[in-house]
């Protein structure tokens, strides 16, 4: 007769189960799927990767599916900009896309792009106003109908909540640094995706090339991206630019 099982022993096989379909997932090869099928809506999605690798223009591109199948509109949020730079930003981006500078201006039923979103979201602002704030508005996202896209080089200078509210993480090409100071708990990602760019041959397919983590079903795609009809170099450069105007 079969002895009957603890549930020490019963808590152990579940963890070792838990443990096997993880290591599972994380080596796997990601299934190929299209941009537009690998979004959430609503959502919150957070894009990360090296500088100069397509974040913003996989945001913008995102947008742009998302107004083409839903006619929604879109919010470009810069907070660092002023109103003259705000202005002359919202000259070269779509008329149903809005440049904001104060996240009261956040419309329902809208994609959001929050360009470079470390500067206002940081960890270390965790206790701030602003990060409250912030908090409230990822909350009620569902509820708002937006889907919300972060971009940052990568999670650890985001706020934790930010981290913890995401659907979907997208990686654009990643340097072997970026697993090195990434939180614990998305090193293993990250290091994934750092394997997976590596594994991609040539520049321009490096430069096309997605890897999506879906947090609700855990689990990886791979897609390709374009760059939107209105995208401009200096759209790639926008941060920069608030940069520098900014000394002076």
């Known amino acids: 007769m079969t002895p009957k099982q603890s549930q020490t022993d019963t808590l152990r096989n579940y963890r070792k189960r838990k443990s096997e379909e993880y290591a599972r997932i994380i080596l796997s090869v990601p299934r190929k799927t ?5 979004i959430p809506y609503p959502g919150v999605v957070m ?5 100069r690798t397509g974040k913003t223009a996989l945001a913008h591109e995102i947008a742009n ?5 839903r006619k929604l509109p879109a919010i470009l949020h810069m907070p660092r900009m002023d109103e003259k730079q705000r202005a002359s930003f919202q000259r070269i981006t779509p008329s149903w896309m ?4 104060k996240r009261s201006q956040w419309k329902d039923k809208a994609v959001v792009i929050y360009d470079e979103a470390a ?3 940081h960890a270390r602002r965790s206790q701030s106003g602003d990060a409250v704030e912030l908090d409230e508005l990822l909350a009620i996202a569902g509820q708002r109908e937006q889907l919300i896209l972060f971009i940052s080089h990568y ?3 985001l706020d934790l909540n930010v981290c913890t509210s995401v659907h979907r993480i997208i990686w654009k090409r990643p340097t072997y640094a970026h697993q090195l100071w990434e939180r614990d708990e998305m090193a293993d990602f990250t290091c994934k995706a750092y394997d997976f760019f590596k594994g991609i ?5 490096q430069k096309k090339a997605c890897l999506v983590l879906d947090m609700e079903n855990f689990g990886f795609y791979q897609c390709n991206n374009k760059l939107p009809p209105w ?6 450069r926008i941060f920069k630019e608030i940069q520098v105007q900014g000394k002076g």
Do not use: E, F, N, P
Not at 34 to 38: I, M, P, Q
Not at 65 to 69: A, C, I, L, N
């Open 98 to 101: 809005q440049v904001t500078i």
């Open 201 to 205: 041959k040539g520049k321009v397919a």
């Open 65 to 69: 599916g998302v107004h083409s199948r």
């Open 231 to 236: 995208w401009t170099d200096r759209l790639s």
């Open 155 to 157: 999670s650890r200078k």
């Open 119 to 121: 500067q206002s979201a």
């Open 34 to 38: 299209a941009l537009y099928s690998a």
């Open 47 to 51: 894009i990360m990767g090296d500088i």
